[in-house]
T-cell receptor, first 116, second 111 residues
Framework: EAGVVQSPRYKIIEKKQPVAFWCNPI?????LYWYRQNLGQGPELLIR????????DSQLPKDRFSAERLKGVDSTLKIQPAELGDSAVYLC??????????????FGEGSRLTVL | LAKTTQPISMDSYEGQEVNITCSHN???????ITWYQQFPSQGPRFIIQ???TKVTNEVASLFIPADRKSSTLSLPRVSLSDTAVYYC????????????FGTGTRLQVFP
């Protein structure tokens, strides 16, 4: 079974440019998360989706970050415009929702963003 | 949400047993303890989860005392490939929504 797939793996952009990250969760996982991980730190939750609905976006900097999960499967995280402080690894994770949740998150390999 | 405290780093040698302790003094009754492992340039990977006493799988063992205010991840006979960051998380039973990753414990295994 394929794991969580993210792209691109690496992205280098200049500040003020837009950038987008894509995530394909494990088939059947209706809960999807976007995390940001700064160097030397643990992942920090940005947004959580239950199917196509964003049920927790309290940590998402909404002035420049946006996310969507059309049809409750793939998801896209966008930053516009990017700032130097946005340099980080952006991780996508998925799991079963509701009573099927086993307490285990499945992570992708992440998208490393460098803003110059 | 229960806060966790774990050592920033640990060193070991190949073949040794490594024990990483996590403190979670304000763990709630329905909280489970979950450990993740993260290699460089990869996302975290679930290792083990437990509620009380001892849990063992093919990768590790998790020891939880009766008061559940701490837990110990035990890695038997580590190898170089066990060099990674290990995160201890505490959260409601079978609910990943409230999991908070701390800075983790960076384990370095030497030959």
């Amino acid at each position: 079974e394929a794991g969580v797939v993210q792209s691109p793996r690496y992205k280098i952009i200049e500040k003020k440019q837009p950038v987008a990250f894509w995530c394909n969760p494990i088939s059947g996982h209706n809960t999807l998360y976007w995390y940001r991980q700064n160097l030397g730190q643990g992942p920090e939750l940005l947004i959580r989706y239950e199917n196509e609905e964003a049920v927790d976006d309290s940590q998402l900097p909404k002035d420049r970050f946006s996310a969507e999960r059309l049809k409750g499967v793939d998801s896209t995280l966008k930053i516009q415009p990017a700032e130097l402080g946005d340099s980080a690894v952006y991780l996508c994770a998925s799991t079963y929702g509701g009573t099927a949740n086993t307490g285990e998150l499945f992570f992708g390999e992440g998208s490393r963003l460098t803003v110059l | 949400l229960a806060k966790t405290t774990q050592p920033i780093s640990m060193d070991s040698y190949e073949g040794q047993e490594v024990n990483i302790t996590c403190s979670h003094n304000n763990i709630a009754t329905n909280d489970y303890i979950t450990w993740y492992q993260q290699f460089p340039s990869q996302g975290p990977r679930f290792i083990i989860q437990g509620y009380k006493t001892k849990v063992t799988n093919e990768v590790a063992s998790l020891f939880i005392p009766a008061d559940r205010k701490s837990s110990t991840l035990s890695l038997p006979r580590v190898s170089l490939s066990d060099t990674a960051v290990y995160y201890c998380l505490v959260g409601p039973s079978y609910n990943t929504d409230k999991l908070i990753f701390g800075t983790g414990t960076r384990l370095q295994v030497f030959p």
